[in-house]
């Protein structure tokens, strides 16, 4: 992307809006094809340090400009993307409790909030527009406010609205009310993540303790892989769910070259519940392998490959590459790739067919096409069954990385790159969009308890497992399974 040049830019003055409340349109709906709507865009008298804009869009601006930019008053409101943009990338700039801080005492000030005897008429023209704004950072950014700070000035300036009129009270108390829930759910959320993780074992130490409690197998818990497809798509749907927007800004945090020696936000990253994907997508892959490596005689291991490649199709039906993804991830682990007689066994037509669909030549080219094309029936669906898109997550963080990367976040004029941040806004948007899909399948505790609870081989385990399947084949694999015998089972 290339850097704004200054010919091609000018400051805007004075533009004039109408005094109207936004519409919120749905997050599809925000960025077109080319960056964002800029349609929707409107502008207005900037006085403090310039906006630059080129044919209506805004191309940089000083970072006072943009937080001012940011503030409603009478006339105006912030469109929408703007909103939306400059809450997710403002924080690589300064903590979003510095941004509540600023914003509130620009409402106050140029609002004249703080003033005895307040002039109700002027608090029923503004009321709506800061609630509405406080409502859209709330609801998209709920996770900025489990910082004590953000909620101490987010009351402070509801309760200077609600003091003015009596439905403005109720509104405040709503709002506050819906965050309370957010925060509370991702707060339950987060523990039974702890309690999964806290009681997660090695596979292989509960089979020599425990053998008879691990009889169970994918195959005897699902038989049917389109079941067990749709249960994934369950735990794709709700881990997504809870990724906050700026999570993905979060995870690449670097200190501000003008932020002299102020500590950066990266301090403390928040980003546990993107994290936790992650964890999902590697545990699953390791689910897999371990299920294929664990029988001991050929036919069945050759059996769960099968019933693995037809889940994986099943998957790629529903929208679920990520799923897809960490499934032929697993059958393309080296202790189940090394497996050649059971491979010898297996139909892998369809296999080929689905790896080719994964192929990360070209910068995975045949997947992007067929994200695309699932993302196109997600915005005509009519049910949420179509609406299913479940991205391939890692590649989506690497997108959004070297997006960050190829950009400087300010430019020479110390302005801060507003198109960049179009563009990063972009695809987090329609991340944003298919998180929000609410999963059509039924649900099946059992099926889900065994994919979330129960353990998995370690690497070293996996290889045992699979050399005791399949005798090493070369001296290196001879004298690892050997260390391996006697390290994992006490045996020579």
Known sequence: ??????????????????????????????????????????????????????????????????????????DYYPDRTYIFTFLLSSRLFMHPYELMAKVCHLCVEQQRLSEPGLDKNRIRKIAPKILQLLTEWTETFPYDFRDE??????????????????????????????????????????????????????????LKTKPQSIQRDIITVCNDPYTLAQQLTHIELERLNYIGPEEFVQAFVQKDPLDNDKSCYGDRKKTRNLEAYVEWFNRLSYLVATEICMPVKKKHRA??????????????NIGNFNSLMAIISGMNMSPVSRLKKTWAKVKTAKFDILEHQMDPSSNFYNY?????????????????????????????????????????????NGHVNFEKFWELAKQVSEFMTWKQVECPFERDRKILQYLLTIPVFSDDALYLASYESESPENHIEKDRWKTLRSTLLGRV
Request: hydrophobic content about 35%; proline content about 4%; some cysteine.
């Open 149 to 206: 700070r953000m909620m101490r000035n987010l009351k402070e300036l509801a309760q200077r609205i609600a003091s003015g009129d009596e439905m403005y009270r109720k509104n405040v108390q709503q709002l506050l009310q819906n965050l309370l829930r957010k925060l509370a759910t991702v707060s339950q959320y987060e523990e039974v993540l702890a309690k999964i993780n806290a009681t997660s074992t090695d596979r292989l130490t509960v």
């Open 368 to 412: 992007r096409t067929a994200l695309r094309g699932a993302a196109q029936r997600s915005l005509t669906a009519h049910s949420n069954r179509e609406k299913i898109v479940i991205p391939f997550f890692s590649l989506l963080i690497k997108d959004i990385y070297f997006l960050n990367e190829g950009c400087a976040n300010r430019l020479p």
């Open 1 to 74: 992307m290339s850097n704004p040049c200054p010919s091609e830019c000018w400051q805007i003055t004075k533009n004039t809006c109408k005094d109207r409340m936004p519409q919120t349109p749905p997050f599809a709906a925000m960025f077109d094809s080319s960056g964002y709507n800029r349609n929707l865009y409107q502008s207005k008298d900037d006085s403090c340090g310039g906006l630059y804009y080129h044919d209506n869009n805004l191309l940089s601006g000083s970072l006072e400009a943009l937080i001012q930019h940011l503030v409603p008053n009478v």
């Open 303 to 316: 059996r769960v490959i099968e019933y693995f490649i037809d889940v994986a199709r099943e998957c790629f």
